[in-house]
Structures are given as structure tokens and as C-alpha cells.
């Protein structure tokens, strides 16, 4: 782009896209017939000059080529064509994030069939997926979650992962990020978490996850890697906000929970206990936790604020920071306390599921605020 | 009899002169109150008292200034004259209770001043009657001890047991302004974006959405000019308006006006105790809603009134007749026709375009325009020889149809700018100045002044080019009302609106005029800038309503 000054007013594209903008005005061009020459001229101007704007090279020179179509004299459109037909050869080889790929704002992926019943019930999404939306196997709903802060509504893409362990986790999520433009991926579900600090129905927001798994084997014995990877700043920012609101704090979640816990579910969490909703470090490995002391030890080697511990979140939230980079969280719901009462506790498990959704709901509607808010 | 006349505007910073119908309103009521024939009432004196926010905030000291000076001009009051004080209450103005106390003291103290000369009688109109126990009636009251006071207001409701034909009063005093029919036609909206519909079971989208939210109170003023006879204590106005806010705060009003039962018939049951029916509707197209609806009565309504239709079916001069209900034959009256674009079942282009889908409570953050909407309406509009050029060019021989475009989407770039100022916090006391004109200037500040509640001074295109082209000889018709208004001490500040801005030569004249007359100018707010590289120095308070881009490749 050198050579090339941008002018504009004020507070240009504070709300479209250029992407968007420019999309939008090639549609008019190609799709509305007798249009006068000036006007096109008009809109081949104002799409030319929004294009350098467009941070995605590739999709960038795609616009542009395409608008040149309006631009040069008729006599010579054939050799647009030709640079057409190669641009589009070499962008079919490779995906790319551009026009085609269609954007949601939000990807919400749960583990097991419990918690996407959970999060189907809490969404209200119909029992069978979009077809037109399935790739590679994988199933997707669409939805729509009301957003306070930046008054519109979220565009949600829904799925399910279908089984426990990291590696499912990171394909799933992969699926999804090679067909959809997504703006924030959510993984959503339940954990066990250490009876001492936490209780049934809890829901802990990972600002953190620790890959507890990593090790070198040493003569001496294994001597402990783990990787640690935290959320997104902005995310971690807007959580605390989240957490602070008098509605969440001190429990005050349950409230909220309760009446729709009465209408979806049978089985209840016990009445008495409030519902905290807390930020804190989440154990990710490939050990489904279920004896006396795991759990702890686990904790005491890693991190003493760790609160919940679970099968998928590195996986997750390892194919999320591979390009193309996406922001990501993770909402858990205490099913258990990751001892031998574990399968006593299994009757929890969509409580739980609807507690890590119902607090996900809740950030989505009031506090959520995409950090790079480029469209309307 | 002589009456004298004094209408105070709070939030109002210009001093609009009464028109023929408001003084003919006041007329009735002199003639009503005074016992005598319409023709024997002489209006002496006439003035509007505009009252700025900025002032009131200040203490409120200029409006007890303001009427004691209007009161010392009437230059020979008798015993036997009648003051008629019109309070109107804008909808952007401040601390409303606060002023009313200064306008009230200006009374007192001028009643107390001329002992000898208080008229006879005097009127005040408002908004509401103060509460029993406010300082307000205590300040009436003793206003009262001095001549015999009517306080009257905007439904007809006297505290003091003057008897007037109310629903007569109101029909008057809603006549005396534009009629709300016109006032509905010119305030609805039709907005542009993607919005989504339940059809025949599946999901639309549509392009446009009729909104009635600056017109709410037209709709309710329009629905009880329409019902005032007919509602009685056993009529049942039934309303269905789910789509409509609008329609449910306008029908909502009528509770306290009409003694009738009110009921949203999507939500609520039909009582036991009703004679006839009226069923309003914010919108008819194929009937299916209406079918449903006439399913829930066990009669026949009497009266069915839709504010909107599209034109499928049967449908003359504004009544739409659907042949197969459950009562045969029915007509609706509507009173907007509609036009309902869909734009097919999901995903439509708006959905492949990635233009996220909106309700209208989004829309109304969103100022400015997407490049969707603004060129999809100037392909609609298409081009023509540019009108009104400056004197000192040739016309653009392929320039936008702009009288066109703002025909169609007037009220909808109206009301993109009010979301504008609104996100931008300008003081609800800016003026707004903009060039005059029967083309599309005028058709802009028309739909501004409308739906703005805001005040509007528009400055002939011939005075903008010589302040433009610099001319140092200038002879400015200072006896104009523009230009009286302009200079106007209540104008303090203002915001320039212009339309199409090409080579920003209205925008200098505006500013270059304002800044003369020592206003501050706090935003220039064009449709489009076609010029944004031209060097101004107004950019920093520059607000294009679609922004134009320009590059320069050297």
C-alpha cells in the first residue's frame, strides 16, 4: 500500500466493515441490471477506495479485481476474466476468511450429548441441525443471543463435540474455524472441581488452562512441562466486570438459574446452596479424575487456585490460538468433586451443563463486547 | 372582547409566529369561555415565548424575564380582556416543573404590579394539572385570589369545575396543528436493513420495516379523532401490535382520553361486558393475522383500522376488503400504504453478504448509513441533472436524484441524523440551520423539522453563495424571518445539515453566515461529502451520514 493515502472523515467504518461495505456494493454492481454508467462509476469509486482498508491481502485483490470489471473499457474485459479465472483457481486450492466464508460471532461447543441437551434446551434449538451448515461430519445450529452492549444480536453458530479427550476437542473446533468465520469460541460444559472450594452447580470461568499432561522422562523420573495458556486480555477484563455485577456476585446467580432449572430439569440441585460463578486456572488433561486424591494432588503441583479439572480445554484452546487466531473461553459447571462419589453425582450433570450455559447466556447478553467490533 | 395571546415553548429556541389555525383554536376557546360569539373575540396580541433548555438550567430567570416583558407590551389592558397562556412542552426539554414556577411568578407578579388592570380572566393551558399539594397550585392559587383563573389541560380536564366540552376542546386543539393523518404519512419510517419474518411457518428475511416510533403520538391523537364518537363505555378497542411497540404505547394513551375498554388481543382475553368491537392493527398484507384475530370475537367488529397495508388483495382508496373471514365480507381502513419486500427464505443476499440481522432496537443506535442501503436508495433514485447548482458553476449533468431519494427515504436519512446527533451528545439546544429550497433541502428540513421536535432554520440558497463566494458587499435582508431568527439570542449554538455535499461550497456559506453572527457551530452533518479531500477546516466536526471514501494514489 505505499504510495497510497487514505482520507476519510471522522470516524470511518467505526460500524461496517470494509469487507462488508465492499462486498455489499460489488452485489449491487453484479446483481442489479441497468445500472447507469455514471453511477456505476460512482460505486466502482467508493468500493475502490474503501478496498485498501480490507486487512485480509487476499481478499483484498479478489475485490479488486472483481470491481476492475466495471472499470476498464469493454474492448478489454476479456483479460479481467483471465486474471478472474486465476485468482479464483488459486483461492479454491486454499480456503482463505473471505466473502464466502460465512461469520458468526460466536461458536458455542459443548462436550457430551447431557450438556448439549443442556444448552438446546437453554437455546431453545430445534432437534435437528441446518444441513446446509454441516462440514466434515460435524453439525451446527444456528441461533441468536440478544446483545445489550453492542444492541444487536449475536449471530451463534451451536455444536457438539461428541466425546471426551483434547484431540476431538482441537478437531471440532478446526472444523468449525475452516468453514466459519467465527468471532469468539466458547467450549461449554462440565468439570469436577475440588469439594473443598467449590460445589455442585458451581461455574468456573477458565482464565487459564493448564495442560497438566506434559512431561520429560528423565532417568531421575518425569520431570513435569505443563503447558499454560491464558484467555484474550480484553476477555479477561470484560469476565471481571461480569463476575463484579450484583446479580453474580455473592451467589446472587442462583436467582437467575432456579426458575429456569424448575421448568427444564427433573432432577434439582440441592435448594439451599447458592450459586457462585468464579474465574480460576482449569486443569486439562487426559485423565477422567474419580479416586480420593488426584484431583488435590493435582492442584497443589500446579496451581493452588486451579478450580475445576477436565478433558478438552487445551485441545480447545490450542486449535483456537492456531492461525487464523480466534478469541476464545471456557465456561464450566462443577458436576462432580472428581472422587469416588462421581458416579453418584453423574444425575448433576445437566444441572451442571445448564448452570456453565446459563452463566455463558448471561455474559453474552450484558457484557460481551467483540473486540475488534468492525460491522454494524 | 379582547383577548391577548402568549404561547410559551420550553426546549424551544426559536420564536416560531402563530399560524391561522392555532389562533382560531384560541378563538373558540375565548368565545367558549367568555360566553360570547366566535366573531366578537378580537385578538389583541399574539407572541410565542421560546425558552431554552440552556436557560432554564441557568435558573430559569429568562422565562420570568421573558413573559413579564411580553405582558408589559400589551399595550391597554382591561378588566373585561381575557390572557389565554399556552405552555407547550417540547419533547427534548428539561426540568419542565422548575420553569413552570418562573412562568407562574412572571403571572403573580404582573397581576400584583397593575392592581386595577388585571384582566378579568385568564386561561392557562398545560400539559397536565398540578398535584394538589405541588408549589405550582399553590402559586396558581394565589394567582387566582386576583382574577378568575381556568386551568385547562391537554385532554380538556379543568380542576376547578369549569365545565368544557372536553372531547370538542381536544378534536380543536389537535386540529389546530397539522392534521395527524399528514403528520403519520410524514413521520413513519421505513427502514432499510435485514430484517427477519415469520412466514407460512418458516423464516424470511425482508428488507424494509415500517417503524412508527416518531410518530406515536400521532397515532394515538389520529386514533382518538377516529374513535371519539364512536367509543363508548361498552366499545372495546382490541389492539395487535406485536411486531409494533409503537402501536401499543399509541393505543395505550387513548386509555386516559376514551372512556372505553383497551385490550391487547394477542395477549389478553376478551371480557364479558362488551357491545361492540374496534380492532386496530399496526399492519395488514395477505389477511391471515386478521382471520385469526376475527376467530377470537363472537362478533362482527364494528370498525377495523390498520395503519399500515400492503396493496395485495382488494384495496381501494385506503380500505382494504378481504371477502373469506369468518364474518364474509370485512373492510379495513388503513391509512399508509406499505410496500413489504421479501427477499426470500434464509440465507437471502443480506445473509451471504454477512450483514448481521437487526430489530429495531438495534437500528436505533446505528447513525450512520451502510453502504447496502445508501447505494441500494440512489440506485432506486437513480440520476439526474444536478438541481440547484451554485450560480458560479454549470450543473453536474449526472448527479443523484436527490429530490427522488429523499421523496422515499426522507424520514429514514431523518432519522439516521437525530441518531447521529443524539450518539454524539449535541445539546438538545443546538439549532439547526440548513439551506432552504422547494428541492431537496426543503424536502430534508421538512422531514427534519417533523420528526426532530427540534428548531430549524433554513437560509436561502442565494444568501449561502455570497457568503460562499466571499462577497464583500453584502446586502442581507435583515427584516427576514431567517435571518430574525438566526439572530435570535435564544440561538446559540448550531449544527449545519446539508444534503449532498459536492464541492462543500453550501457548508462554507453556512459556516462563513454563523460565524458572522457569533453562533457556534458545533457539527456540519451532510447525507453524503463527496469531497472529503478538499482541505477544510471543519473536518473535525464533520459527520457525513454515508461516508464517502476517496483515495489518493500519488
Known sequence: ?376 | MDIHIFKCELGSTVPEPLTDKEIEFYNWLASTILGVAAVDVNVISDSNIPITNKQIEEGGGAAYKALIDCLNSIPKLKNDDLIVLDIEVRKLSLLRAHSLIHIFSALKSYFDLHAGLVPGKCVILLEDLPPDKDLINNLLKDIAKTTSLFIIDQDGRSDDGFAIDRSEFKKRRLLSKRLPRERIRQKMIKQWGHFQKRYNDKNICIRNFYDGQYCEEDVSEYLFLEFQEVATRETIICYHSKKSPWLRRAVLALKRQLDCMIIDISNEDLPNNYNNIILVLDFIDSGNTLIRLLDKFDKKPEKILSILATRYGECNAGIKTFRNTPYGEVNVDYLLEAEYKKIGDQPCYLCELNIPRDELQALSVSGKIRSLDFWEMVTEAGLCEEINPPDYREPIPQAINCVKLLTENGTFIASRILQLMEQNHFPLDSTIVCPSGEDCSGLLSNKLSLLLSQDIITVPRDVINIYANEIQSREILTQEEWYIKLCSPTVQSCIIIDDFSVTGSTIKGLLSLITELEKSILAVIPIIDFAPHIGKDYTDRLYPLYEWSEINLG
Open chain 1, 1 to 376: 500500500m505505499s504510495g497510497v493515502k487514505l482520507i476519510w472523515g471522522n470516524y470511518f467504518m467505526s460500524q461496517e466493515s470494509p469487507l462488508i461495505s465492499c462486498n455489499s456494493i460489488l452485489h449491487l454492481l453484479e446483481g442489479t441490471s441497468e445500472i447507469d454508467l455514471d453511477l456505476k462509476s460512482m460505486m466502482v469509486h467508493d468500493l475502490l477506495s474503501k478496498s485498501y482498508l480490507i486487512e485480509d491481502k487476499t481478499a483484498r485483490d479478489a475485490i479488486i479485481l472483481r470491481a476492475l470489471r466495471y472499470t476498464v473499457p469493454e474492448y478489454f474485459s476479456p483479460l479481467i476474466s483471465m486474471l478472474k479465472d486465476e485468482d479464483q483457481a488459486g483461492l479454491e486450492e486454499q480456503p482463505t476468511r473471505q466473502k464466502e466464508m460465512k461469520h458468526y460471532d460466536v461458536l458455542i461447543m459443548t462436550v457430551i450429548p447431557n450438556e448439549f441437551w443442556s444448552l438446546k434446551k437453554a437455546l431453545d434449538l430445534p432437534e435437528d441441525s441446518n444441513l446446509e451448515l454441516a462440514r466434515d461430519e460435524v453439525q451446527f445450529w444456528e441461533t441468536e443471543i440478544r446483545n445489550d452492549k453492542i444492541k444487536r444480536n449475536l449471530r451463534c453458530l451451536v455444536s457438539m463435540i461428541g466425546d471426551a479427550r483434547n484431540v476431538n476437542a482441537a478437531l471440532t473446533v478446526s472444523t468449525a474455524m475452516k468453514y466459519y468465520d467465527i468471532g469468539l469460541a466458547v467450549l461449554v460444559g462440565i468439570a469436577a472441581g475440588p469439594e473443598i472450594f467449590v460445589k455442585v452447580g458451581d461455574v468456573i470461568i477458565g482464565n487459564q488452562i493448564i495442560d497438566y499432561e506434559g512431561n520429560r522422562i528423565e532417568p531421575t523420573g518425569p520431570q513435569k512441562r505443563p503447558e499454560v495458556i491464558s484467555i484474550d486480555g480484553g476477555l479477561f477484563k470484560q469476565i471481571s466486570y461480569f463476575l463484579a455485577r450484583d446479580e453474580i456476585m455473592d451467589g446472587n446467580f442462583a436467582n437467575f438459574y432456579r426458575p429456569i432449572e424448575e421448568e427444564l430439569l427433573s432432577v434439582k440441585l440441592p435448594k439451599s446452596s447458592k450459586i457462585n460463578i468464579k474465574r480460576a486456572p482449569i486443569l486439562a488433561g487426559e485423565k477422567l479424575i474419580a479416586d480420593h486424591d488426584t484431583l488435590q494432588e493435582l492442584i497443589d503441583k500446579y496451581h493452588q487456585e486451579a478450580r475445576a479439572a477436565e478433558m478438552e480445554s487445551i485441545g480447545f484452546a490450542l486449535a483456537c490460538e492456531n492461525p487464523p487466531k480466534i478469541p476464545w473461553l471456557v465456561f464450566r459447571g462443577i458436576s462432580d468433586y472428581g472422587n469416588p462419589k462421581k458416579r453418584n453425582q453423574k444425575k448433576y450433570q445437566k444441572n451442571a451443563a445448564l448452570s456453565a450455559i446459563l452463566a455463558l447466556i448471561k455474559y453474552l447478553e450484558g457484557h460481551y463486547s467483540p473486540l475488534n467490533l468492525k460491522e454494524f
